[in-house]
Protein backbone atom coordinates (compact mmCIF):
# COMPACT_ATOMS: atom_id res chain seq x y z
CA UNK A 1 0.00 0.00 0.00
CA UNK A 2 1.58 3.27 -1.15
CA UNK A 3 2.28 6.11 1.67
CA UNK A 4 1.04 9.13 1.17
CA UNK A 5 1.87 12.95 2.40
CA UNK A 6 0.01 15.98 3.09
CA UNK A 7 0.46 18.50 0.00
CA UNK A 8 -2.32 20.65 -0.48
CA UNK A 9 -4.96 22.08 2.04
CA UNK A 10 -8.03 22.54 -0.72
CA UNK A 11 -10.93 23.38 2.28
CA UNK A 12 -10.72 24.62 5.49
CA UNK A 13 -14.04 24.68 7.52
CA UNK A 14 -15.13 27.64 5.97
CA UNK A 15 -14.89 26.63 2.69
CA UNK A 16 -16.33 23.52 3.34
CA UNK A 17 -19.79 24.82 4.92
CA UNK A 18 -19.78 27.73 1.92
CA UNK A 19 -19.66 24.51 -0.55
CA UNK A 20 -22.45 22.90 1.37
CA UNK A 21 -24.78 25.70 1.43
CA UNK A 22 -24.39 26.54 -2.31
CA UNK A 23 -25.09 23.00 -3.15
CA UNK A 24 -28.35 23.22 -0.81
CA UNK A 25 -29.03 26.73 -2.52
CA UNK A 26 -28.61 24.72 -6.12
CA UNK A 27 -30.93 21.66 -5.10
CA UNK A 28 -33.70 23.85 -3.77
CA UNK A 29 -33.50 25.97 -7.34
CA UNK A 30 -33.30 22.63 -9.64
CA UNK A 31 -35.82 20.97 -7.63
CA UNK A 32 -38.27 24.28 -7.14
CA UNK A 33 -38.13 23.40 -3.35
CA UNK A 34 -37.81 20.46 -1.51
CA UNK A 35 -41.10 18.69 -2.36
CA UNK A 36 -40.43 14.65 -2.22
CA UNK A 37 -36.75 15.41 -1.62
CA UNK A 38 -34.87 12.53 0.38
CA UNK A 39 -31.25 12.92 1.25
CA UNK A 40 -29.01 10.18 0.82
CA UNK A 41 -25.60 10.02 2.66
CA UNK A 42 -23.38 7.58 1.23
CA UNK A 43 -21.69 5.49 4.01
CA UNK A 44 -18.73 6.73 6.00
CA UNK A 45 -18.38 10.71 4.95
CA UNK A 46 -21.34 11.12 2.92
CA UNK A 47 -23.10 10.95 5.71
CA UNK A 48 -22.25 13.97 7.86
CA UNK A 49 -21.90 15.80 4.63
CA UNK A 50 -26.00 15.29 3.65
CA UNK A 51 -26.64 15.81 7.19
CA UNK A 52 -24.90 19.18 7.09
CA UNK A 53 -26.60 19.64 3.57
CA UNK A 54 -29.94 19.35 5.60
CA UNK A 55 -29.21 21.87 7.76
CA UNK A 56 -28.69 24.17 5.16
CA UNK A 57 -31.79 23.46 3.42
CA UNK A 58 -33.76 23.89 6.60
CA UNK A 59 -32.50 27.68 7.06
CA UNK A 60 -33.12 27.97 3.65
CA UNK A 61 -36.48 26.45 2.94
CA UNK A 62 -38.05 26.27 6.72
CA UNK A 63 -38.41 22.81 6.32
CA UNK A 64 -35.76 19.76 6.68
CA UNK A 65 -36.00 16.92 4.57
CA UNK A 66 -35.81 13.79 5.47
CA UNK A 67 -31.91 12.25 5.27
CA UNK A 68 -30.94 8.28 5.16
CA UNK A 69 -27.69 6.62 4.87
CA UNK A 70 -26.93 4.32 2.70
CA UNK A 71 -23.82 1.50 2.99
CA UNK A 72 -23.13 0.39 -0.28
CA UNK A 73 -20.01 -2.71 0.95
CA UNK A 74 -22.19 -5.43 -0.43
CA UNK A 75 -22.77 -3.84 -4.35
CA UNK A 76 -19.02 -3.14 -4.79
CA UNK A 77 -17.59 -4.63 -7.87
CA UNK A 78 -14.10 -5.32 -5.82
CA UNK A 79 -15.87 -6.78 -3.07
CA UNK A 80 -13.87 -9.86 -3.32
CA UNK A 81 -10.38 -7.70 -3.09
CA UNK A 82 -11.49 -5.73 0.32
CA UNK A 83 -10.98 -8.81 2.67
CA UNK A 84 -12.92 -12.28 3.21
CA UNK A 85 -14.97 -10.69 6.11
CA UNK A 86 -16.09 -7.24 5.17
CA UNK A 87 -18.03 -4.89 7.35
CA UNK A 88 -21.53 -4.05 6.57
CA UNK A 89 -22.95 -1.75 8.19
CA UNK A 90 -26.66 -0.67 8.23
CA UNK A 91 -28.39 1.16 5.71
CA UNK A 92 -31.07 3.37 7.08
CA UNK A 93 -34.17 5.15 4.80
CA UNK A 94 -36.67 7.28 7.18
CA UNK A 95 -38.94 7.20 4.74
CA UNK A 96 -40.06 4.87 0.95
CA UNK A 97 -38.12 5.83 -2.07
CA UNK A 98 -40.74 5.65 -4.75
CA UNK A 99 -41.51 8.15 -6.19
CA UNK A 100 -39.10 10.82 -4.58
CA UNK A 101 -36.08 12.56 -5.66
CA UNK A 102 -33.36 11.00 -3.76
CA UNK A 103 -30.12 13.51 -3.49
CA UNK A 104 -27.09 11.31 -3.16
CA UNK A 105 -24.44 13.12 -1.14
CA UNK A 106 -20.53 11.45 -1.00
CA UNK A 107 -17.30 13.11 -0.21
CA UNK A 108 -15.39 12.51 -3.19
CA UNK A 109 -16.28 11.50 -6.99
CA UNK A 110 -13.67 9.38 -8.67
CA UNK A 111 -13.60 7.03 -10.67
CA UNK A 112 -17.83 6.24 -9.93
CA UNK A 113 -17.51 3.11 -8.94
CA UNK A 114 -19.23 3.96 -5.12
CA UNK A 115 -21.88 5.56 -7.08
CA UNK A 116 -22.87 2.76 -9.67
CA UNK A 117 -23.10 0.55 -6.09
CA UNK A 118 -25.21 3.26 -4.60
CA UNK A 119 -27.74 3.22 -7.73
CA UNK A 120 -27.65 -0.41 -7.45
CA UNK A 121 -28.46 -0.25 -3.91
CA UNK A 122 -30.94 2.28 -4.26
CA UNK A 123 -33.24 0.98 -7.09
CA UNK A 124 -32.94 -2.49 -4.58
CA UNK A 125 -34.63 -0.48 -2.01
CA UNK A 126 -37.55 0.76 -4.54
CA UNK A 127 -38.11 3.12 -7.78
CA UNK A 128 -37.55 6.73 -7.28
CA UNK A 129 -38.99 9.36 -9.62
CA UNK A 130 -35.21 10.57 -10.04
CA UNK A 131 -31.70 10.38 -8.45
CA UNK A 132 -29.07 12.95 -8.48
CA UNK A 133 -25.60 12.81 -6.98
CA UNK A 134 -24.31 15.62 -4.77
CA UNK A 135 -20.24 15.71 -3.78
CA UNK A 136 -17.83 17.89 -1.81
CA UNK A 137 -15.42 17.38 -4.40
CA UNK A 138 -15.42 16.03 -8.08
CA UNK A 139 -11.57 15.01 -8.79
CA UNK A 140 -12.12 13.91 -12.61
CA UNK A 141 -10.81 10.10 -13.74
CA UNK A 142 -14.16 8.71 -14.19
CA UNK A 143 -14.00 5.30 -15.32
CA UNK A 144 -17.64 5.01 -15.99
CA UNK A 145 -20.12 7.68 -17.33
CA UNK A 146 -21.10 9.51 -14.01
CA UNK A 147 -21.55 12.87 -13.27
CA UNK A 148 -22.66 14.95 -10.37
CA UNK A 149 -25.69 17.65 -10.45
CA UNK A 150 -23.86 19.36 -7.25
CA UNK A 151 -20.60 19.72 -7.08
CA UNK A 152 -18.59 22.04 -3.87
CA UNK A 153 -15.47 21.64 -5.39
CA UNK A 154 -13.57 20.36 -9.05
CA UNK A 155 -10.22 19.63 -8.62
CA UNK A 156 -8.26 18.11 -11.59
CA UNK A 157 -5.44 15.55 -9.90
CA UNK A 158 -2.91 13.48 -11.01
CA UNK A 159 -3.35 9.71 -10.62
CA UNK A 160 -0.63 10.02 -8.07
CA UNK A 161 -2.73 11.71 -5.54
CA UNK A 162 -5.59 10.94 -3.37
CA UNK A 163 -8.05 13.59 -1.77
CA UNK A 164 -9.08 12.81 1.45
CA UNK A 165 -12.05 14.78 2.78
CA UNK A 166 -11.76 14.88 6.75
CA UNK A 167 -15.37 15.56 8.62
CA UNK A 168 -15.39 16.78 12.62
CA UNK A 169 -17.95 13.98 13.08
CA UNK A 170 -15.51 11.42 12.57
CA UNK A 171 -12.24 12.84 12.23
CA UNK A 172 -12.12 15.50 15.31
CA UNK A 173 -11.83 18.39 11.74
CA UNK A 174 -12.63 19.72 8.83
CA UNK A 175 -10.49 19.71 5.74
CA UNK A 176 -10.14 18.62 2.72
CA UNK A 177 -6.36 17.99 1.44
CA UNK A 178 -4.91 16.81 -1.45
CA UNK A 179 -2.09 13.92 -0.58
CA UNK A 180 0.47 12.81 -2.79
CA UNK A 181 2.40 9.16 -2.85
CA UNK A 182 5.23 9.82 -0.67
CA UNK A 183 8.92 9.05 -2.60
CA UNK A 184 10.13 5.84 -1.04
Do not use: C, W
Not at 89 to 108: C, G, H
Not at 112 to 128: E, F, Q, S, V
Not at 130 to 152: F, K, M, N, S, T
Not at 158 to 167: A, D, G
Request: hydrophobic residues 40%; negative net charge.
Amino acid sequence: MPNFVDKTVLMDTQGINRALVRIAHEIVEKNKGLEDIVLVGIRSRGVPLSERVADALEKIEGQRPPVGVLDITLYRDDLSTLSYQPIVRPTAMPVDIDRKTIVLVDDVLYTGRTIRAALDALMDMGRPHAIQLAVLVDRGHRELPIRADYVGKNVPTSSKESVSVLVAEIDSEDKVVIREEAEE
